[in-house]
């Protein structure tokens, strides 16, 4: 796991996952709540306290733009400087409707390598749906200018890593995660590597997480005696 910006990225559970993207809902701490209570009591009343909810709200992911740009390194294993460099026109079209492919143009590939195009999966076109983007890029940097630079985006993430207590985590721990989900899922490592863009296999493999279940898993399969 990622310390300090060292080792690998993490792995994303499912659970932090729906953290960044639709927030996290927890109960209120009792210091937080006796504080809350003190302050209710003294402008409502006691109704007020009767009525009052113990549940507590931190924000993930704070705008379409940024759950739609980390939606799309998610949902199509993207590099987040692939992500930021996209062209509104590459996901799309004339009609303003979301496309069933998204395109990653070679220029803006890692190496330069090739165009790839990955189908739009429905939980990504959700998110899609809820952003629009008047702007040739599809994320336009600050006053508009070209697109959103890596580093802005990894500056948002990181405070949303940091208000909902994820640890270890990056911008690369979107690609990771859908990686290793898609392997574990029986996914051809012929078919992740068609979407994912890396060369060759054996730089692919370095993206598959082996978790402590794993190895329980395969451990409990050593049964040589009757």
């Not at 409502?44 to 909810?53: K, P, Y």
């Not at 985006?153 to 979107?174: P, V």
Request: proline share 4%; hydrophobic share 40%.
């Amino acid at each position: 796991m990622k310390i300090n910006r060292h080792d690998q990225a993490k792995i994303l559970s499912p659970q932090e996952i729906a953290w960044l993207f639709d927030g996290k809902v927890g109960f209120v701490s009792d210091l937080k709540l006796l504080r809350l209570l003190v302050w209710v009591g003294k402008r409502e009343g006691m109704e007020a306290i009767a009525s009052l909810s113990l549940l507590s709200y931190t924000e993930g992911l704070p705008t379409e733009r940024d759950r739609a740009l980390f939606g799309i390194c998610l949902y199509t294993t993207a590099r987040v400087n692939e992500a930021c460099s996209l062209h509104t026109a590459d996901v799309y079209g004339v009609d303003g409707r979301v496309r069933d492919r998204i395109t990653f143009r070679r220029a803006t590939t890692k190496g330069k390598q090739e165009t790839r195009s990955v189908p739009v999966s429905p939980e990504l076109r959700q998110l899609l749906e809820g952003y629009r983007s008047a702007r040739p890029y599809l994320f336009p940097g600050r006053w508009g200018r070209g697109h959103i630079c890596p580093e802005s985006a990894d500056a948002i993430l990181r405070a949303a890593f940091k208000r909902l207590g994820i640890e270890g985590a990056s911008t690369h721990s979107f690609r990771r995660t859908a990686i290793t989900w898609m392997h574990n899922e029986r996914v051809p490592i012929k078919h992740i590597q068609s979407i994912s863009g890396h060369k060759s296999l054996s730089a692919l493999q370095r993206y598959i997480d082996v978790t402590e279940k794993d190895k329980e898993v395969a451990i409990s399969t050593l049964s040589f005696r009757l």
